[in-house]
């Protein structure tokens, strides 16, 4: 299947854990997201990276670090996790340019406890 | 800055009813409008965006600059459009197209 996925789709785990989620996407898409959806549904973009550079980095803490290792992959990495950091996350990619549509990841949802 | 209001968080709708979704947006420049919905246990999807002028799932979306909005409308709603529906925004210009989205809505239609 042509789609983004993502990896795990639930993650519980301890305040003060580290931990990854995984993201690829085999579209060919030259651009990725991650975005974070609250308990509220209230959805924010976190970063964007182009061809493996980061493009957009919004006012997220610095626990969190996105990495790209190719452009087909996009992996979050957050570092000592916190009660509030709990919510879902998804991955998306573009092809990039005008009105190109984005195409999102099943999301992760991450329980922190 | 730009940013999406959607004023409703709820929307209970009759099955055959119309039903419109509203949104509003603020922003500087010439933005890209779309709406996304979410279905249950399903993933964020394009439902429809300003530039293509069309209809998907009988949904229309007229974008409307003076008003600076972009209502969703149904002139029938059928259960199957029960969902969360978000109304996002983007710059048409720039490498990196990121998504401000409202903060939804969530359509219920009732049989």
């Known amino acids: 299947d042509t789609a983004v996925s993502q990896t795990p789709k639930y993650l519980v785990t301890q305040m003060g854990n580290d931990k990854s989620i995984k993201c690829e996407q085999n579209?060919?898409?030259?651009?990725m997201y991650w975005y974070k959806q609250d308990s509220k549904k209230f959805l924010k973009i976190m970063f964007s990276y182009n061809n493996k550079e980061l493009i957009i980095n919004e006012t997220v803490p610095n626990r969190f670090s996105p990495k790209s290792p190719d452009k087909a992959h996009l992996n979050l990495h957050i570092n000592s996790l916190e009660l509030g950091d709990s919510a879902v996350y998804f991955c998306a990619s573009s092809p990039g340019g005008r009105g190109s549509e984005q195409f999102f990841g099943p999301g992760t949802r991450l329980t922190v406890l | 800055a730009q940013r999406v209001t959607q004023p409703e968080k709820l929307l209970s709708v009759f099955k055959g009813a119309p039903v419109e979704l509203k949104c509003n947006y603020s922003y500087s420049g010439s933005p890209e409008l779309f709406w996304y919905v979410q279905y249950s246990r399903q993933r964020l999807q394009l439902l429809l965006r300003h530039i293509s002028r069309e209809s998907i799932k009988g949904f229309t979306a007229d974008l409307n600059k003076g008003e600076t909005s972009f209502h969703l409308k149904k002139p029938f709603a059928q259960e199957e459009d029960s969902a969360m529906y978000y109304c996002?925004?983007?710059?048409?210009?720039?490498?990196?197209?990121?998504?401000?989205f409202g903060s939804g809505t969530q359509l219920t239609v009732l049989p």
């Open positions: 996002a925004l983007s710059p048409i210009s720039g490498s990196a197209r990121q998504l401000t």
């Open positions: 579209l060919g898409h030259d651009t």
